[in-house]
């Protein structure tokens, strides 16, 4: 399998949790949300790097994070944008040269399985892009500026994405200072990647591989956590 550098963009704050912390430092059992989540990536037997970018605040953190681990893989901090998209753009300036893919991953990601981690890497490795999803539940409506619904998409061809996000190096590197030229920013890395018309493919995930972002979703993770244990 192709060799992996993964990124974490880690320099959000706690608001919508109602925390001072930063959601990637709550705890939920002993560990923090991060160190759960590097933990996925760690036996991946093509992983060569871990690189998380966050504030300066909490560089020294993630140092200790780092430490936490038995692991011959790289690592390395560094600083966060004031958007997500300047984070992980930070962070591919430091990639391994070993590094033949680039993982991207929510840091509130705690639980996401390694089999679909491996699942990403070989789809992109075959032809250019992986993005972890869940096809789309609920019914989804398109509305106006005002709230007036327009139309109801055809909730068969509509997937929630999630991550990882896997792609090629080039590939992503080529997206991203596309991107940073164009002054674009896009809701995640794959929207860069569409753009140069780069193909993806969505790779059908779980459920539980959820994003940490309110109060409820902390009782929810806390809950899987437990039944893991």
């Known amino acids: 399998m192709l060799k992996l550098s993964l990124i974490i963009p880690a320099a959000g704050s706690g608001v919508r949790m109602g925390s001072e912390v930063p959601k990637p430092f709550i705890k939920i059992g002993d560990k923090t949300i991060l160190e759960h989540t590097i ?24 140092g200790s994070v780092f430490k936490s681990f038995a692991s011959d893989v790289e690592f390395r901090v560094v600083k966060g944008g004031s958007e997500r998209q300047h984070s992980i753009y930070n962070a591919l300036q430091y990639l391994s040269e070993d590094a033949q893919l680039v993982a991207v991953h929510d840091a509130v990601r705690p639980f996401v399985r390694k089999d679909l981690i491996s699942k990403c890497c070989v789809v992109a490795g075959k032809i250019g892009g992986a993005v972890l999803g869940v096809p789309a539940k609920d019914t989804i409506k398109k509305v106006d ?7 109801t998409p055809d909730r068969s061809s509509l997937w929630q994405a999630q991550t990882p996000q896997v792609f090629q190096k080039k590939l992503l590197i080529e ?7 164009s002054n674009f920013i896009g809701t995640d890395d794959a929207s860069l990647v569409e753009r140069m018309h780069g193909r993806i493919q969505m790779v059908e995930g779980d459920r539980e591989n959820l994003k940490i972002t309110y109060p409820i979703d902390l009782k929810v993770a806390e809950l899987i956590l437990r039944e893991k244990k």
């Open 175 to 181: 997206a991203y200072e596309d991107a940073i030229r």
């Open 39 to 62: 933990s996925n990536f760690l036996d991946l037997p093509n992983l060569v790097q871990v690189i998380v970018a966050t504030s300066e605040e909490y560089k020294e953190v993630v």
């Open 145 to 151: 500026g005002d709230g007036n619904v327009e139309m």
